[in-house]
């Protein structure tokens, strides 16, 4: 393998692209419109335009990507995550273009890219599962029976998606022909797919993964898990390594169901089998994700591991280094994904120039990101700026020292989730380890934020008008801290 394509933009483009450096590996770049000046166009060895802004005319092309490899004489594709890093058919067409993709097989992507099919799969190895249906739900009359066996309050969700789509709670069986229209509905617009399924809601859920390598000699290995429960519109802003809740019993059990999750497809690469943990600590299968997930450096900080590294090795044929045993867990690592998002307007996606990014330095911080000052957030892409990563001894460590880091992090310009990040860090819930995937809808506080924003505001305001000199010994002497706590009283007065 001399040469890799990455088919792919931004941050997770940089750092495939660093690790094939390390590797000797030449890279190719592909870009549209767009991402003429991004990042990752200038760090390739090549870059190759494919296309007009919208990813549906360019990054999501499979025809684009291969002949892209065939210009450049790529021999190897990455794919990275989304885009096309999970189609089956993509895969394929690499496959039959000569082409290595680092990657699964498209007969293992076809299997666990369904939830029922996946399912299926896992059942062959006795995996557990949240009672439901095992198939497509056709009738709607048997579907409401085998609900109210099931037991209310029961989730509708499609079988050929994620992300939320297509999911709907029922809780009691008169909504249940209203929701399950609902539900086919979203599904077939999002996915072009309507099947859907019900299972038992669980009330509680912890969202917790294991992330697997498998190599084309039969092996595979578990690498932990990965606790991904804090989200919004079911979809995850920050992770940690190792979960907070799992006990090393729990935690050799699931990482054996996950292998054998992956066995059931004769997994090759790097994968995520996903689980939801319920209030008794009973785990179920709920998916598998066919490629890099974006919060893999949790993963690779705890056990010092290169998973991009891995996946190329096993591309080229290469078996595992290492077996079960030799894998280790050091550590606490915890990811936030820094999002161009106002988490004061629902985390809906803002958009503008990075007018201030000036990246957070020192022991166990990491961040992975493809912009730089004076770089504008294109409205086309995912609205992730970067992943800020903190490392340390353990949890508490992790925890302080990303509240250090989102402090020195600065971005003007855009919304951002730093300070909802600096938020969880500090509530109670997340720091005893007591929370769920509920933890937006049931803390997040949006006046916590616009508090401290207008503090921050002002304390600006008040050094601005201070001369140097004056400023180190207010500062020590808390008269800013004071002047911010008299304002505060004097408009809660005025209101």
Not at 136 to 151: F, M, P, S, W
């Amino acid at each position: 393998m001399r040469k890799i394509l990455v088919a792919n933009r931004g941050e997770i483009a940089l750092r495939i692209m660093r690790s094939a450096r390390e590797m000797g590996i030449k890279t190719v770049a592909v870009f549209s419109e767009a991402d003429r000046a991004a990042l990752h166009v200038r760090y390739a060895d090549e870059a190759i335009c494919i296309g007009p802004a919208a990813s549906n005319q360019s990054y999501l092309v499979a025809e684009k990507i291969i002949a892209a490899c065939v210009t450049t004489g790529a021999d190897a594709i990455h794919p990275g995550y989304g885009f096309l890093s999970e189609n089956a058919e993509f895969a394929r067409q690499v496959r039959d273009a000569g082409l290595t993709l680092i990657g699964p097989s498209p007969e293992a992507m076809e299997i666990m890219g369904n939830k029922l099919s996946a399912k299926a799969a896992a059942l062959k190895y006795n995996i557990p599962m949240v009672p439901g249906t095992e198939e497509a739900i056709k009738d709607v009359e048997e579907a409401k029976l085998r609900a109210i066996e099931v037991g209310f309050p029961i989730l509708i969700k499609a079988a050929a998606g994620g992300g939320g789509k297509g999911m709907r709670v029922v809780d009691s069986v008169g909504d249940f022909e209203e929701q399950m229209q609902l539900a086919v509905s979203e599904a077939t617009s999002a996915f072009g797919d309507g099947s859907v399924f019900i299972e038992r809601y669980v009330s509680s859920p912890r969202h917790i993964e294991i992330q697997v390598l498998g190599d084309t000699h039969g092996n595979i290995v578990h690498l932990f898990e990965r606790e991904c429960s804090i989200q919004r519109r079911h979809q995850k802003v920050i992770e940690e390594a190792p979960s907070s809740i799992l006990s090393p019993e729990i935690r050799s059990q699931m990482g054996k169901c996950a292998v054998d999750v992956a066995r059931s497809v004769n997994y090759v690469g790097a994968g995520t089998v996903e689980f939801i943990l319920d209030e008794q600590l009973d785990f179920y299968f709920l998916e598998m994700n066919t490629r890099l997930q974006v919060e893999h450096p949790v993963t690779e900080l705890i056990t010092g591991l290169d998973l991009v590294k891995e996946q190329i090795r096993i591309a080229r044929g290469e078996a595992l280094s290492f077996n079960q045993q030799d894998i280790t867990m050091k550590g606490h690592a915890i990811e936030l994904r820094v999002y161009a998002e106002d988490p004061l307007n629902n985390f809906l996606p803002d958009i503008g120039t990075l007018t201030t990014y000036k990246t957070p330095k020192g022991i166990g911080i990491r961040v992975d990101d493809g912009f730089e000052e004076g770089m504008e957030i294109p409205i086309y892409y995912d609205p992730m700026i970067a992943k800020l990563i903190t490392y340390g001894n353990t949890r508490q460590d992790a925890i302080e020292r990303m509240i250090r880091a989102i402090d020195e992090y600065e971005i003007t310009g855009i919304q951002t989730t730093l300070g909802f990040g600096k938020f969880v860090m500090q509530h109670e819930a997340f720091r005893s380890g007591n929370f769920d995937t509920h933890f937006v809808s049931k803390y997040f506080n949006t006046s916590s934020l616009v508090n401290e924003q207008e503090d921050e505001a002002l304390i600006a305001a008040l050094i601005s008008v201070i001369d140097a000199d004056n400023t180190k010994s207010l500062l020590k002497s808390n008269v800013l801290e004071q002047a911010v706590s008299n304002w505060r009283k004097n408009r809660l007065k005025i209101k």
